[in-house]
């Protein structure tokens, strides 16, 4: 595969028009950047996406970019028609359908619509989002474009099998994913439309894309904007990352079918580059032993410690304690009762962007006991396990 | 001229989190910006935009601070907010 590695330019900037600011990264929306950039505030780029088909659409036939660069431009304008269009027309189908049907066939209808249609863009080292469209990602020669389709695909797979949710808003929503942002970017991100996957700067951090829980983490980002849509501050924001840390990681459990034994419950383990992992690093974050000293970012355990403005990705350290030991004591795979009552905690309510963890608490206590009425251990489980915490 | 120290924070690895073992930190010269960035840059400290992304997680923030005649003075702001100079002026490291 040849990377093309962009280049930054000197500290020195060229002008730019009041509001506007041009990316000094070479590629082919380097030209763009001066009009795919807008800018909220006066002062940098924006991160907004997606770029407008009109902007698409001169490009296409703009005679200074190249023919193949033209003919991306204007397959992204057709494209955006399109998944437009398939977007609409799903959540027109779930909502005609939930009119229709008795509540238990809505289920069957919204399982059977069309699955979500999944595009992987190339960022080519800049940060205009989306990026220029990578025909067939599941086939490219690129590592991560071919990593980012089939993972993607993996985490769909997993929420429709596994809890019957078709993609993030349960309605196909078209799934859209940028690879190669900026340079030596050691970051992943959701940011409310799409994700996008830095390359990591080969020595604390790889390509993000290498580690399948952070495809998931960011995705059950998604899941929580359509559904409890907790805020990303205080304790809803621990909870927030604490979903996606425990989906992503039920995730890759599901892709090894792996048990809660077996499970090595690290995060991002696979994006730990030489230089850390030659430091005795081996993860992000630990869900079985959050403050471990081998972790990048060890995190606290009781709730006791927490405070009013902590990092979400430090407030998430209670709660994935919890669910990492209600899954431990429940035993099995852990998406198969554990994370049933996760998955209907977060999705079963109506939005509380303002929750609080002892609420978020109680509610998978009652869930353990109306959804395995059967087995009270299970609720027994959930409550010791939050009590371990201090909730 | 004006040097700005700055701080990386955030991000899905929790960059300068409380126990974190990632750092990204560096030094900015405004005075490096066109004439017009280097005003909008200046623009942050009178209406400091939110630190926390509207939409979305695992974005960084940065944490400008600068020295002015009655004292330092420290913004937190949200990646998009942040000139894309100002934002690769940090090296990220380990600590």
Known sequence: MTTRKASTATTKHPSSPAGATIESVRGPLALGARHLHHDHNNVGTCSCFIVPKKVLERFANDKKLSVQQRQYFADAAKLEDEWR????????LVKETRAMLPTGMTAAAIATAAPPTLLVFDCQHGTALPGVPIPNPGTSSDPSAKQAFKETKGVVDFYQQVFGRNSLDNAGLTLISSIHFSVNYNNAGWNGNQMSYGDGDGSIFI??????????????????QYTAGFAYKNQAGGLNESMSDVFGSMYRQWSANQTVSTADWLIGKDIVGPGAAAQGYKCLRDMSNPAANHCLAPQPTKFSQYQNGMDPHD??????FAFYKAAKAIGGKSWEKTGKIWYQALTGFPPSP???????????????????????????????AWKAVGL | MAIWQIEKLGGLANFGGARSRLRSVGRFDTSSLPTADEKAAEALFQKPPKAAMSKGADGFRYRITRSTVSGSETIEVAESSVHPAIASSVKDELI
């Open chain 1, 315 to 320: 407030a998430s350290g209670f709660p994935n």
């Open chain 1, 354 to 384: 303002n929750m609080k963890m002892s609420v978020f608490a109680n509610r998978t206590r009652t869930l353990a006991g109306s959804l395995f009425p059967a087995d009270p251990s299970i609720k027994s489980a959930v409550d010791a």
């Open chain 1, 85 to 92: 269009k398939t977007r609409a027309q799903s959540a027109k």
């Open chain 1, 207 to 224: 390509d993000f894309t290498k580690s399948n829980d952070v495809i998931g983490h960011e995705l059950t980002h998604g899941i929580t």
